[in-house]
């Protein structure tokens, strides 16, 4: 697979093939992260272009105020359990151009004007370009770069989309064995493949969670998992971490149905498997191993209060809502109607409904709080 679909050669790409002439393949994750985060060239330093209807893929505030409406009701609760603090925290890391941020603002204003003006909102993000957005989006917000963020807030640390773009490391089963996927230099200097022996970092991953384990199979693994984590936990004195992202359990995860793993690059709302193609000009994205958060959240000392399907976290905290007219004459109104759908996106089963998962933690709270988003409606 060539590194540069049009012929050219951006200084990304050059600067990838130097690193492997001077040291050798590198491992994907190594490409991965510079694809994405390279502060110059990577796909996220260029900016919110990258999002939207313009951009390469959505999000969830990209379907509407809903998503972040919902959030609103969850804090709400989760400040009633914290006992109602002078101010209540939302860090968000991952913030991007601020929409959710904007939307659950707006929506505990509606919800309860008491609690909206004891909220406050830390918008932290790695790219320069996402936190000027954020800043012109959400004007009464923090907005920080990661390592600015040193506080101890109460509240509810907040990731949406974001463990899905740590940079893994690809395995596959091969005779038996696993063996990694490196990003090496072809005869012509494109980025080819090039199956090595497995890092440490990766192959015990694969054992503990049982990455690729029949022949033939591929996985991901992402050993930054357990450090970011751990970045959203210090982010608090005292509160609730929420987690929502693609993915599933170790047993599903690397199970029969994902044998070729689920490595994907996004481009112009396109998924492909071209991922070495269009250097810091595409997404790259892997599932979640939800079992591995929920491990490295015990041993962070936190409690893993539960995790849900998306579709029921926001079901339970009332996205039905859009379906219900106090004026009948407002059902057919195109807005409304637009509205619906929009929701409809967010919970639909075959979609985001199912494929993205809620995980919802907890810091220095006894005895264990019972929480509205983990409840099933469907019962």
């Known amino acids: 697979m060539n590194g540069s679909a049009s012929g050219r050669r951006p200084a990304l790409l050059e600067r990838i093939g130097a690193e492997i002439r001077a040291a050798g393949p590198i491992p994907f994750a190594r490409f991965m992260d510079l694809a994405l985060h390279d502060p110059d ?3 996220y330093a260029r900016g919110p272009g990258r999002l939207g209807t313009a951009g390469d893929f959505f999000t969830a505030s990209d379907a509407g105020t809903a998503f972040g409406e919902s959030l609103a009701r969850q804090l709400l ?20 151009r601020g929409l959710l941020a904007r939307d659950v603002l707006d929506g505990s204003r509606a919800l309860d004007p008491a609690f909206a003006a004891r909220l406050a909102c830390v918008l932290i993000d790695r790219s320069p370009g996402m936190r000027e957005a954020a800043r ?3 004007p009464e917000a923090e907005v920080l770069a990661p390592e600015e963020a040193r506080g101890a807030w109460t509240g509810c640390a907040v990731a949406v989309e974001l463990f899905d773009a740590l940079p893994v490391h690809r395995l596959r089963r091969r005779g038996g064995r ?46 930054g998992a357990p450090a970011l984590l751990a970045s959203l936990a210090g982010a608090l004195s005292r509160g609730f971490v929420v987690i929502v992202d693609y993915g599933d359990r170790a047993k599903d995860l690397y199970g029969p149905a994902r044998r070729r793993g689920t490595l994907l690059a996004y481009h112009r709302h396109t998924a492909s498997e071209e991922v070495l193609a269009r250097v810091g000009e595409q997404d790259l994205t892997a599932h979640v191993n939800f079992t591995q958060l929920e491990d490295e959240a015990l041993r962070l000392g936190m409690t893993v209060l539960g995790s849900t399907t ?23 109104r195109p807005e ?22 809620v995980l919802v933690l907890a810091k220095g709270l006894e005895p264990r709080p019972l929480l509205a988003g983990l409840s099933d409606p469907f019962r």
């Open 41 to 43: 060239d990577g796909y």
């Open 77 to 96: 609760e989760m400040d009633v359990v914290l006992g109602n603090p002078p101010v209540f925290s939302m860090v968000e890391f991952g913030a991007g």
């Open 136 to 138: 012109r989006n959400v």
């Open 178 to 223: 696993l063996v990694e996927v490196f990003v090496d230099l072809g005869a012509d200097g494109s980025l080819v493949e090039r199956e090595l022996p497995p890092t440490d970092a990766a192959s015990g991953l694969a054992t503990r969670y049982g990455a690729a384990p029949r022949e033939g199979d591929e996985g991901e693994v992402a050993p």
């Open 310 to 332: 998306q579709d029921r976290f926001l079901i339970a905290n009332g996205i039905l809502r859009a379906f219900e007219e106090d004026d009948p004459a407002a059902w057919g």
């Open 336 to 357: 409304r109607v637009r509205a619906r759908l929009r929701v409809l996106q967010l919970i639909h089963p075959a979609g985001m409904g199912r494929t993205f998962r």
